[in-house]
């Protein structure tokens, strides 16, 4: 999976997020946000050479509880996670470099031959 460009119809639960298998992006933020918007080319160039990273684009705001169970307070907010542990994160990143080092970090990682959330079942 690559660059997501759209927000999830519904997000996951965090229940859900914490038995996710494999390397994972998720964003939140909101389609109206500007921050959000400024980076969706850093985060697109950034996750191409690592195709095996599901990137899920949650979003965010009052009444949200995925983002307030991982604290999320500005926009976008970056959350790298590895077998559902948050590894790394980035709020606001201004450079692709960032946000490279940290997918390299979970690529890495990455166990083969695990289920990636969305491909056995829907979130």
Sequence with gaps: MSYSATHLATAPTRETVDHFKGAVLLEFGTPWCGHCARAQPLIEAALQPHGQVVHLKVEDGPGRPLGRSFG?????????????AET??????????????????????SSSGGAAPGNSTSV
């Design 72 to 84: 999320v307070k500005l926009w976008p907010t970056l959350i790298f996670l590895k077998d559902g």
């Design 88 to 109: 790394a994160r980035l709020v606001r990143p201004q450079h692709a470099a960032a946000i490279g080092e940290a997918l390299a970090q979970i690529d890495a990682q």
